[in-house]
């Protein structure tokens, strides 16, 4: 299948069959969807993707006023923060990114370019600005604090200014803009396929790393022979080649025996496997991007992009589940302590060398992953390893921006009939002696209680912005990614705890009273809240643990707590989760090193 293959603007590398994995440079594969998905995300805003984690992304009204007002929000705080003009910051708004995502923005600068202009020099808001300009339709919505005289007698002041100059007529709407157009439609089928796009032999692995390839599960060793991926068992022990890719492979001249029959076989190899959403996948927006004094300082702020968007603005690789490298080369976007579920398993047993699948997905809920995302696991029941399976969705079946935000949460009745969907769905795919663990939804309280008075980083500049004035905003929108608890109303934040300890409760019933052929199944609680107390406890504050820009999300310093917390869980409680220590691990190192790194 070559239909992506127009995408790929790097070259694949060669990898015989015959050939064992070798290290490569880690390196973006930009694709023009990327590249499209990336114009419209910077130049009109990035609040676009902190919806995306839990609705639909839907470029529409609400995400369409969300990135005026960031936009024009930053390009205002550049003048201040450059000692420029505005008319200055908006001519060079868009060499702010790199050259192939830079056309579409100036399709933006161009059609609402010289109004904002007209506007900020009069000193107007930025939902001031947005509103007059009609791509903010609810006037009554407003992320800043509201001008003098009123929000309506500043937006006629503005209309007004405008019509005096000939600005004020009907622009194009932004998702109708050349060259933006596509890049909504796009947006609004984005993550349907959480299969990886660069796969030649079609066994859902990779060579890549983003694109859903090696950043999410292992990476492929020899994508032109589909007998041969991570987590399989070994062919022919591995005798001519790493089937597997697990970095082992070959003949110990002295006994005539495979290494793979000597340092794996009967050492309980296991695969980890992450079922979850946005949590899960790591979800993250750099603070910096929305940090003015940061973007005036530092040119280079956003030439990167391309790996981020390429992975959804998820971070696997660094993730609770699947992380398998440190944050060096992300830094400073991303920083932190790395620490993972399958970390932990590979030190536990080198034989587990890449045998860890992230299908997580941005938004998803117990119906979409027993409908479609659980679809894109990959794993042979007659000739895989065994995997421990994390079944982690842990608050978008409570979560969601809509007026009734009660009346669209999953019922617990709901959650049981699909969480069993996947059980029975995973006992056709797992191979015997798989673990399946079943993880309670978070209790989301805690986001309003720790953030609700601190600055947001759009509101640094100034101190004008708080946690309290983003979660009105974006419920008055109604595109908040979780209304019930990013809430100033307790009441209802209580009544989305309260639900979301429902479905926990529907899922520890599966665990108590249901058993399946090829996997036992284990329950344990949300893991966040003792993570937390525990951070606490060694003198930190709970919002230090909380996804700066979206207020939502356990950030990178969350993750390795999260893994202490898990396993501190499975030793106390069920042990026979644990795989055994393989004592041939110093021989492995010996023989083979980084095992092909990842």
């Known amino acids: 299948d070559t239909s992506h293959a127009h995408f790929l603007s790097t070259a694949r590398p060669s990898m015989p069959s015959s050939s064992p994995s070798s290290p490569s440079m880690r390196r973006a594969t930009p694709l023009v969807l990327a590249s499209l998905l990336s114009t419209l995300l910077l130049s009109t805003g990035m609040l676009l993707l902190v919806t995306a984690p839990v609705l639909p992304v839907q470029a529409g009204e609400g995400t369409e006023c969300v990135a005026c007002t960031l936009v024009v929000a930053i390009m205002e705080q550049l003048v201040v923060v450059d000692n420029s003009t505005i008319d200055q910051e908006v001519a060079h708004f868009c060499d702010r990114f790199p050259k192939n995502l830079q056309k579409a923005c100036h399709a933006f600068i161009d059609a609402y370019g010289p109004a904002i202009i007209n ?156 079922l979850g959403d946005s949590a899960s996948a790591h979800f993250h927006i750099p603070e910096q991007y929305m940090e003015a004094e940061w973007i005036g300082t530092h040119t280079a702020t956003f030439q990167d992009l391309l790996v981020a968007l390429e992975n959804e603005f998820d971070w696997p690789m660094l993730s609770a589940t699947s992380a398998f490298t440190n944050d ?23 034989c587990n060398h890449r045998d860890y699948q992230n299908i997580a997905v941005n938004g998803a809920r117990s119906g979409a992953m027993n409908s ?35 009346a ?81 109303n307790a009441t209802l934040r209580d009544l989305t705890s309260e639900r979301a300890q429902n479905l926990s409760m529907a899922l520890k019933s599966i665990a108590d009273t249901q058993t399946f052929n090829n996997f036992k199944v284990y329950y344990m609680d949300n893991p966040l809240k003792a993570a937390i107390a525990q951070w606490e406890a060694q003198g930190g504050e709970a919002w230090q643990l909380i996804e700066p820009i979206d207020g939502f999300h356990p950030n990178q310093r969350a993750q390795p707590l999260i893994v202490d917390v898990v396993w501190s869980l499975m030793e106390a409680q069920f042990p026979d989760l644990l795989t055994r220590v393989n004592p041939n691990n110093d021989a492995i190192f010996n023989l083979f090193g980084d095992q092909g790194g990842y």
């Open 408 to 488: 669209d949460m999953t019922t617990p009745q709901e959650m049981y009939d699909n969480a069993m969907g996947t059980m029975h769905f995973l006992d056709g795919r797992l191979p015997p002696g798989s673990s399946v663990l079943l993880t309670g939804l978070a209790d989301g309280r805690v986001l309003y209680e720790a953030l609700h008075d601190r600055i947001h980083p759009l509101g640094q500049l100034r101190q004008d912005v708080t946690y309290t004035q983003l979660y009105d905003y974006l419920n008055c929108l109604e595109i908040s990614p979780c209304k019930g608890w990013m809430n100033s």
């Open 328 to 350: 060096t080369q992300y830094q400073p976007y991303v920083s932190g302590p790395v620490n993972s579920t399958y970390m932990v398993m590979n030190r536990r047993n080198l």
């Open 119 to 274: 506007l900020l020099e009069e000193k107007h808001t930025p939902d001031v600005v947005c509103q007059s300009l009609k791509v903010c339709k609810n006037t009554q919505c407003h992320l800043f604090p509201n001008p003098k005289g009123g929000l309506h007698a500043a937006r006629l002041r503005a209309q007004q200014r405008l019509r005096s100059r000939g600005l004020l007529r009907d622009l194009p709407a932004i998702c109708k803009l050349p060259g933006i157009k596509e890049i909504c439609d796009l947006i609004n089928n984005w993550g349907n396929n959480h299969f990886p796009i660069d796969d030649v032999d079609k066994d859902d692995y990779s060579p890549a790393f983003t694109l859903r390839g090696g950043d999410w599960r292992g990476r492929d060793c020899d994508d032109y022979d589909a007998d041969v991926r991570p987590g399989r068992q070994p062919i022919d022990n591995d005798r001519d080649r790493d089937s597997n890719c697990n970095g082992i492979f070959g003949v110990d001249p002295q006994t005539g025996k495979t290494y793979e029959e000597l340092l794996c076989g009967g050492q309980d190899n296991r695969g980890v496997i992450v």
């Open 372 to 406: 479609s995302i659980q679809q894109s696991m990959a794993r042979n029941q007659k000739t895989d390893q065994p995997a421990i399976v994390v079944y982690a969705l842990i608050g978008n079946d409570v979560c969601n921006g809509h007026e009734d935000t009660l």
